[in-house]
């Protein structure tokens, strides 16, 4: 059973920066699509970021030049570089593992507030 992680949540005033990280289990962790979710109270979970297992990237909107997406496939680990956070970015954020099919983890909570 695959099994993802996320770690890295906390709080953090308005303009700082977060890492988060994700960590998924097995052997295959370089072919996987990786991505990153967020859920902000009563709303729908929306996309924030995605890496290939070729390394291309893409953003949404909203997050486009503030959040950077990388992985190392040697640590079977994914991360979000969120800098200059707003309020709106405040979240649940949630790791998900793409090869032919999906797996996820259980968010970690990121809460920007002064």
């Known amino acids: 059973q695959v099994q993802v992680v996320e770690s890295g949540g906390g709080l953090v005033q308005p303009g700082g920066s977060l890492r988060l990280s994700c960590v998924v289990s097995?052997?295959?962790?370089?072919?996987?699509?990786m991505a990153w979710y967020r859920q902000a109270p009563g709303k729908q979970r929306e996309f924030v970021a995605r890496?290939?297992?070729?390394?291309?990237?893409n953003y949404a909107t909203s997050v486009k030049g503030r959040f950077t997406i990388s992985r190392d496939n040697a640590k079977n680990t994914v991360y979000l570089q969120m800098n200059s956070l707003k309020p709106e970015d405040t979240a649940v954020y949630y790791c998900?593992?793409?090869?032919?099919?999906?797996?996820w983890g259980k968010g970690t909570l990121v809460t920007v507030s002064s």
């Open positions: 998900s593992a793409h090869y032919f099919q999906d797996y």
């Open positions: 097995g052997s295959i962790f370089s072919r996987y699509t």
């Open positions: 890496i290939t297992s070729a390394e291309s990237t």
